[in-house]
């Protein structure tokens, strides 16, 4: 499991890199903290997700953040973290809009329930 410090590093990367006017690339020195979403544990992606979305980031963030970590999370791992999505969609209305910027993904009865999620 990350540390505290570290993902503190990696969330202000991430904030930082997605809310410049191009976002990074592959040639861009922050491009580590978008691609640390891909390669990271999921365990680290929820607990990234969650710390991006707690320092009240601009929307562009926002939107990337929904199309970008969490979706991909919902569709690798939709089984193993709905139930976490659904308890944290129903205490967290940031969160519930957050979910609400993802795309059809994951397995139908995953779908069913973030569709739920974000309907409550």
């Known amino acids: 499991m990350i540390c505290a410090g570290d993902l503190k590093i990696w969330v202000d990367?991430?904030?930082?890199?997605?809310?410049?006017q191009n976002p990074p690339n592959q040639n861009d020195p922050l491009?580590?903290?978008?691609?640390?979403f891909?390669?990271?544990d999921p365990e680290d992606c929820w607990l990234a997700i969650l710390a991006t979305l707690s320092r009240e980031p601009p929307a562009k963030v926002l939107g990337v953040l929904a199309a970008g970590p969490?979706?991909?999370l919902i569709e690798c791992h939709g089984p193993r973290?709905?139930?976490r999505i659904e308890t944290e969609s129903r205490r967290n209305p940031a969160f519930r809009d957050?979910?609400?910027g993802v795309w059809k993904s994951s397995t139908p009865e995953v779908w069913a329930r973030v569709e739920d999620a974000i309907a409550k």
Do not use: H, M, T
């Not at 990367?13 to 410049?20: M, N, P, T």
């Not at 491009?31 to 640390?36: H, K, Q, T």
């Open 70 to 72: 969490l979706e991909d």
């Open 31 to 36: 491009w580590w903290a978008v691609n640390r």
């Open 13 to 20: 990367a991430y904030i930082e890199g997605q809310q410049r």
């Open 81 to 83: 973290f709905i139930e």
């Open 98 to 100: 957050l979910l609400s």
């Open 38 to 40: 891909w390669e990271a």
